[in-house]
Every structure is written in C-alpha cells, then in structure tokens.
C-alpha cells in the first residue's frame, strides 16, 4: 500500500510563497512519475506539475513560470514551489504517484487571498 503524505498548504496573500512537500511510503523512483494537481469544488482535477522518472518536467500554462516541481530522493519527497501566487491559484493540491496504478494523497488546501 502506498501512502503520499502532503503538507504544506494555507493561507497566503496574492503575490506570495508557499512550498508544497508529498512524503511517500517507497523510494520515489520506483514510479513512473509523481505531480501535483488541484481541484476546485464542482470541477475536474487538473495538472499542475509534473516530473518523470527520467527528470523530464510538464507544466500547465497557467503556473508556468512561477511554479517549479523538484524532487529529494533521499527523503522519498517531490515538492511543489509556488511563487507570485494569484487568487485563481486557490485550490487543493493533490500529489500523485503513478506506476501501473495511480496513487492519491488526502490532500491539502491552499487560499491565496487578500
């Protein structure tokens, strides 16, 4: 059973900084990829980031240039920076994990408001 553990989340101004981190039960690289997505109330999840075993990174449009994905394999950690954080960014984050299955965390809210 794999468990993705995300912190990081809150409260922030417009213009601001959070760091999202997503803790994972085995060694990161055992996946085919780990990312980020979020989800609004009443709509679909999307992408945000992502990053492949090889290295390889994938944006959406809208967090391109403000938002890096990195990863830390000695902690078992992918994180999300996000800088210049707008209101639209406001949503939960999900980190996942994909192999031959997809793997979810609980999630974890972020409010960019003034």
């Given at each position: 059973q794999v468990?993705?553990?995300?912190?990081?989340?809150?409260?922030?101004?417009?213009?601001?900084?959070?760091r999202l981190s997503c803790a994972a039960s085995r060694n990161i690289f055992s996946f085919n990829l780990m990312g980020w997505y979020r989800q609004a109330p009443g709509s679909q999840r999307e992408l945000v980031a992502v990053i492949y075993r090889s290295g390889h990174?994938?944006?959406?449009d809208s967090v391109k240039g403000r938002f890096t994905i990195s990863r830390d394999s000695a902690k078992n950690t992918v994180y999300l920076q996000m800088n210049s954080l707008k209101p639209t960014d406001t949503d939960v984050y999900y980190c996942k994990a994909a192999d031959s299955w997809d793997y979810w965390g609980q999630g974890t809210q972020v409010t960019v408001s003034s």
């Amino acid at each position: 059973q794999v468990q993705l553990v995300e912190s990081g989340g809150g409260l922030v101004q417009p213009g601001g900084s959070l760091r999202l981190s997503c803790a994972a039960s085995r060694n990161i690289f055992s996946f085919n990829l780990m990312g980020w997505y979020r989800q609004a109330p009443g709509s679909q999840r999307e992408l945000v980031a992502v990053i492949y075993r090889s290295g390889h990174t994938n944006y959406a449009d809208s967090v391109k240039g403000r938002f890096t994905i990195s990863r830390d394999s000695a902690k078992n950690t992918v994180y999300l920076q996000m800088n210049s954080l707008k209101p639209t960014d406001t949503d939960v984050y999900y980190c996942k994990a994909a192999d031959s299955w997809d793997y979810w965390g609980q999630g974890t809210q972020v409010t960019v408001s003034s």
